[in-house]
Nanobody
């Protein structure tokens, strides 16, 4: 059983928008931080955005002001609204969940299987 179920990836033209969602199953137990990382071919994984159960948000430098993260604690669901997409946003986006409410230097919580986001120029 998948513990983090992602949806919403796809192909979009530059300047367009996509919305990703991720729901944590009950079997995962208590979750505080939820968010997204991404990895493009040949590049290191990087933080996109994350949000604690208390509402504290974290954004990667390259997406701040374009992406917005939100969540519903009761539904264990997090959404990532991505606007003004550009080809540099092309990557596999991974949902991430952690029992603590802050970012780790080396994330070792729960990971989704990933969803592809492709932005064409």
């Amino acid at each position: 059983q998948e513990q983090l179920v992602e949806s919403g990836g796809g192909l979009v033209q530059a300047g367009g928008s996509l919305r990703l969602s991720c729901t944590a199953s009950r079997s995962i137990g208590y979750i505080n931080l939820m968010g997204w990382y991404r990895q493009a071919p040949g590049k290191q994984r990087e933080l996109v955005a994350a949000i604690s159960s208390g509402g504290t948000t974290y954004y990667g430098d390259s997406v701040e002001d374009r992406f917005t993260i939100s969540r519903d604690n009761a539904k264990n669901t997090v959404w990532l609204q991505m606007d003004s997409l550009n080809p540099e946003d092309t990557a596999v986006y991974y949902c991430y969940a952690d029992r603590i409410g802050r970012l780790r230097t080396n994330p070792n919580g729960f990971w989704g299987q990933g969803t592809q986001v492709t932005v064409s120029s």
